[in-house]
T-cell receptor
């Protein structure tokens, strides 16, 4: 099957920028997503980007999409300790029903 | 704020036993999903359900698995005869209308441990 790949761990200092990268395989995906999972909680949509966009900015979050390389990134500016969580990249599958998720990137923000 | 709720939060069972995981999706949502995450692995799609029938299922969702929406409120996942490899966190999710951004709303998960 198709795999969404992400790096597993990232550690940054508070106040620095974090960049989480993802590669996806389904070039026909219409939407790509970043979900956040805090300890003991379910996944929650953080942001998304439509496939005809290259970039989307939402406050401290910037999503970059390179369709040619099937590469998606999430940049968090001025990272805070409360941003420590697992971040999942996902693509909307062909059927329009299911999301294909990566393994998640565990972000640790240190003071 | 509407949310997806799941019970139990944790279930321990013996291999071969039947397990039912329960979910209450957001009330006006139309699409319902089960995903699972084995420790350290990716979040895997199991099944989607719409209009009282399965709309899509993965290879994982074999004859041991079934889903039901018995009363218009609950959405259940049944595993008939659990195996050790069924140990995972099971997430229920729901979604409103087809189209739009496709955002999924997830529950907090049910951790299944098969001994």
């Amino acid at each position: 099957g198709e795999d969404v790949e992400q790096s597993l761990f990232l550690s940054v200092r508070e106040g620095d920028s974090s960049v989480i990268n993802c590669t996806y395989t389904d070039s026909s995906s219409t939407y790509l997503y970043w979900y956040k999972q805090e300890p003991g909680a379910g996944l929650q949509l953080l942001t998304y980007i439509f496939s005809n966009m290259d970039m989307k900015q939402d406050q401290r979050l910037t999503v970059l999409l390179n369709k040619k390389d099937k590469h998606l990134s999430l940049r968090i500016a001025d990272t805070q300790t409360g941003d420590s969580a697992i971040y999942f990249c996902a693509e909307l599958g062909n059927s329009g029903y299911a999301h294909n998720f990566g393994k998640g990137t565990s972000l640790l923000v240190t003071p | 704020e509407p949310e997806v709720t799941q019970t139990p939060s944790h279930q321990v069972t013996q291999m071969g036993q039947e397990v039912i995981l329960r979910c209450v999706p957001i009330s006006n949502h139309l699409y319902f999903y089960w995903y699972r995450q084995i420790l350290g692995q990716k979040v895997e799609f199991l099944v989607s359900f719409y209009n009282n029938e399965i709309s899509e299922k993965s290879e994982i969702f074999d004859d041991q698995f079934s889903v039901e929406r018995p009363d218009g409120s609950n959405f259940t996942l049944k595993i008939r005869s659990t195996k050790l490899e069924d140990s995972a966190m099971y997430f229920c999710a729901s979604r409103g209308a087809r189209g739009g951004t496709g955002e999924l709303f997830f529950g907090e998960g049910s951790r299944l441990t098969v001994l």
